[in-house]
C-alpha cells in the first residue's frame, strides 16, 4: 500500500521539476543575503553559519509542503484516496517521505556548498550534514501535521508556520549545537543521539497524529 | 451513577445554567483569595534578604506562569475528551482556554521582565525559562489561528483539539531542549516531591494566590464557555428563549 503511494508521489513531484529545484534555490538564495544583512566578515560569517544554514533549511523545507498536499486537494485526489480505503496515515507517510527524498536530501547534499560560502569550519560540515540527516526527517513528519490540519483552507501558508515553527525548536536546538560544537573542535555525538530519538519519537508519532487531522480536513 | 454528573457535563444546557449559578459565587472568593493574597505578599510577607521589596512580585509571576502551563494542558485534555467521547463541552472548554492560557503566559513573560531589568539587568534574555515561555505563546497562538481559521465549527474543534495534544507532546521536549541550552533563570522554588525551598513566611502568600489565580482562570473561562454555549446552540429552543428575555 504505501509502496504504491510513495511510488505515485515519486512520479508525480518528478514531473514538476521546476517544483522540485524550487527550494534549492530558495536556500541557496536567503542563506547569501546574510552577508549582505550582517557583515561580509569571515570570522562573523563563520560564527552565524550553522544557525543560518539551519534555520533557511527548516524554511525551505517546510515551504516545499505546498506541491505534496494542496495540488492533491484541490483536485479530490486526496479525498479519493481515502474514500478507496486507503489508510490517512499512509498517505500521511508517503507524503513525509517523499517530501524528505525530494526536497531535503538535495538540500543536504547542497549543503557542504552553502557552507562554504559562510565560511563555515571544514571540521564541522560532516556534522552539518549528518546533523541534517537526522533532523529534517524529524520536520517533514512534523510538517506533515501542520499541513493535514490546514490543507483545507485557502490560505493556510502563514497558518501552517504559526502552527509548525514552534514545534521545529528542539529540533533546530539541536542541529545547530552539533554544528557549532564540531566548529569548535569538540565531540558532537550526544546531540546527534538526542537527534536521532527525536526522529524516532516523531516516525513513531507524528503519523497518526498527521492521519487524523488528514481525515478531519477532507471531511464534509 | 457515579458517572452521572460527566455525562451530565456534556449537557449545554445543563452547564450553562450551572455556570451562571456558580459564576457570581466564583468571582467572589476569587475576589478574596486575590486581595488577601496581594495584601500578604505585598505588605505582611517579609521582604527577600537580596532583592527587597523587588521580589515581591513572585506574588503575581510565579502564579501566572503556574497557570500558563496548567491552562495548556487542561486545554489538551479537554481537547482529548472531545476527541474521544465526541463531547460538545469539551471541544468549548479546550477553546475557551486558548486566550486565557495565552493571558497568563503574557503576563508571566511581562512580570518576568520587568522583573529582570533591576535584578539581571536586562528586560529580555534568551535564557531558557524566558525562551520555553515564549514558545508556549506561540504555541497558544498558533491554536487560536487554526481554530479561527476553519469556517466549519466542528472540523475546526477537532483540528485545535488535535493540534493542542501534539503541542501537549512537544512541551517537555521544548522546555528540557531549551534548558540544556541556556539557562540563567533560578532553579524551580516551588516542587511537588522536594521540600519547598522559600520561607514558610513567603511560600503562605504565594499558595494562597496560586489558589486564587486558579479560581480566577475558573470564574473567567465560565463566561468564555457560556459565550461559546450561546453562540453555537443559538438554533436551540432553550437559548432562544434565553435571547428573548
Given at each position: 500500500m504505501i509502496k504504491a503511494l510513495l511510488v505515485r508521489e515519486a512520479k508525480l513531484i518528478n514531473r514538476k521539476k521546476s517544483e522540485l529545484m524550487n527550494p534549492l534555490f530558495f536556500f541557496l538564495l536567503v542563506t547569501s543575503l546574510f552577508p549582505f544583512g550582517v557583515s561580509p566578515e569571515p570570522e562573523l560569517l563563520a560564527q552565524i553559519a550553522p544557525g543560518v544554514i539551519w534555520v533557511c533549511a527548516l524554511l525551505a523545507v517546510m515551504l516545499s509542503l505546498d506541491v505534496l498536499y494542496r495540488e492533491d486537494f484541490d483536485d479530490g485526489s486526496l479525498v479519493q484516496m481515502i474514500v478507496s480505503g486507503a489508510s490517512p496515515v499512509s498517505i500521511v507517510m508517503a507524503k513525509a517521505i517523499t517530501n524528505w527524498l525530494f526536497t531535503a536530501l538535495p538540500l543536504i547534499v547542497m549543503s557542504p556548498l552553502i557552507g562554504i560560502l559562510l565560511n563555515l569550519d571544514n571540521d564541522a560540515i560532516p556534522a552539518m550534514m549528518l546533523s541534517l540527516l537526522l533532523g529534517t526527517p524529524t520536520m517533514c513528519f512534523i510538517a506533515a501535521i501542520g499541513m493535514s490540519l490546514t490543507v483545507?483552507?485557502?490560505?493556510g501558508g502563514v497558518l501552517l508556520s504559526l502552527i509548525v515553527l514552534p514545534l521545529y525548536i528542539p529540533i533546530l536546538i539541536f542541529g545547530a549545537m552539533a554544528v557549532n560544537a564540531a566548529a569548535m573542535g569538540h565531540d558532537y555525538t550526544g546531540q546527534l543521539l538526542y537527534l536521532a530519538s527525536g526522529l524516532v519519537l516523531t516516525v513513531s508519532l507524528a503519523p497518526w497524529a498527521a492521519g487524523a487531522a488528514l481525515k478531519i480536513s477532507i471531511s464534509e | 451513577m457515579t458517572w452521572n454528573w460527566f455525562f451530565r457535563l456534556g449537557s449545554p444546557k445543563w452547564f450553562y445554567q450551572m455556570a451562571g449559578r456558580w459564576q457570581p459565587w466564583i468571582w467572589l472568593i476569587t475576589f478574596i483569595g486575590i486581595v488577601s493574597g496581594c495584601y500578604w505578599g505585598l505588605f505582611i510577607a517579609p521582604p527577600d534578604y537580596y532583592q527587597g521589596d523587588l521580589q515581591r512580585i513572585m506574588y503575581i509571576h510565579v502564579p501566572a506562569a503556574y497557570l500558563s502551563m496548567m491552562v495548556y494542558v487542561i486545554m489538551a485534555v479537554a481537547g482529548a475528551i472531545g476527541l474521544i467521547w465526541r463531547m460538545k463541552m469539551a471541544y468549548m472548554v479546550s477553546i475557551s482556554c486558548s486566550p486565557i492560557g495565552a493571558a497568563f503566559t503574557f503576563l508571566a513573560l511581562v512580570t518576568g521582565s520587568l522583573w529582570g531589568?533591576?535584578?539581571?539587568?536586562?528586560?529580555?534574555?534568551?535564557?531558557a525559562r524566558l525562551t520555553s515561555e515564549l514558545i508556549l505563546l506561540f504555541l497558544y497562538f498558533g491554536h487560536m489561528a487554526l481554530f479561527y481559521a476553519i469556517d466549519d465549527v466542528k472540523k475546526a474543534d477537532k483540528a485545535a483539539a488535535i493540534l493542542a495534544i501534539v503541542g501537549v507532546v512537544n512541551i517537555p521536549i521544548i522546555h528540557f531542549s531549551v534548558e540544556w541550552w541556556n539557562s540563567l533563570h533560578q532553579d524551580?522554588?516551588?516542587?511537588?516531591?522536594?521540600?519547598?525551598?522559600?520561607?514558610e513566611a513567603m511560600l503562605w502568600p504565594l499558595l494562597v494566590m496560586i489558589v486564587s489565580f486558579k479560581l480566577f482562570f475558573v470564574s473567567v473561562l465560565f463566561p468564555w464557555v457560556r459565550n461559546h454555549i450561546l453562540w453555537r446552540e443559538k438554533d436551540a429552543k432553550w437559548v432562544k428563549e434565553i435571547i428573548e428575555q
Open positions: 483545507g483552507l485557502r490560505r | 531589568k533591576p535584578t539581571w539587568g536586562t528586560y529580555w534574555v534568551f535564557d524551580a522554588s516551588l516542587s511537588k516531591l522536594q521540600k519547598p525551598k522559600i520561607d
